[in-house]
């Protein structure tokens, strides 16, 4: 359950932040409906999105043998862009997000922000590692640094044994064991 809340936290601030640049650089606009945007595009981005990606890649690929290699990337761009774009529709559609200005920015609100989200989503994969671990460094702190065992049993956050708490120190200090630094010392005296 922690793992879900803490992805699904961390994309959502992500998600807003997209959201806000799509409203400063598209016709789309956000405003205060970013937040709840936001929610709702990270719900689509994590249940949805992987869903419709598969099944427009298997209906793509019984013709994949047929295509060079530019061509398959191509066809990927496009099934990426398609997947982006039905993200983007129905965030809209459940969203207090518009599209204005006429004909041509009704276009380009709906042709431009499929694109940003895809150069958001490009970006997301690239950092969400380091994004959820420290988001879950933060939800821990905030539910009072413990953590839960296998057996669901919370373990203490102080450890038992202060002379492994030591050595636990000083090997992330220098990244040794103490037999690896027993090992270089006796090196340095032979």
Do not use: C
Request: hydrophobic fraction near 50%; glycine fraction near 10%.
């Amino acid at each position: 359950m922690k793992k879900w809340i803490v992805r699904f936290v961390s994309l959502l601030v992500f998600n807003v932040v997209v959201l806000l640049v799509i409203g400063f650089l598209t016709p789309a606009r956000v405003g205060w409906s970013a937040l709840w945007a936001g929610i709702v595009l990270t719900a689509l981005s994590i249940w949805i999105k992987p869903a419709v990606h598969g099944w427009f890649r298997g209906m793509a690929a019984k013709s994949a043998s047929q295509r060079t290699r530019a061509g398959e990337k191509l066809v990927e761009f496009l099934l990426a862009f398609a997947v982006a774009l039905l993200v983007w529709i129905v965030t809209v559609w459940l969203s207090g997000v518009s599209i204005g200005g006429g004909l041509l920015g009704s276009f380009w609100g709906y042709a431009l922000p499929p694109l940003i989200l895809l150069i958001g989503w490009a970006i997301y994969d690239r950092i969400d590692d380091r994004v959820e671990a420290r988001a879950e460094a933060l939800y821990d702190r905030a539910s009072g640094g413990r953590t839960a065992t296998t057996d669901g049993a919370t373990a203490p956050s102080i450890p038992q044994n202060p002379e492994a708490a030591a050595a636990g120190r000083r090997e992330l200090d220098d990244g040794l064991t103490e037999e690896q630094r027993r090992m270089l010392d006796e090196l340095g005296k032979g």
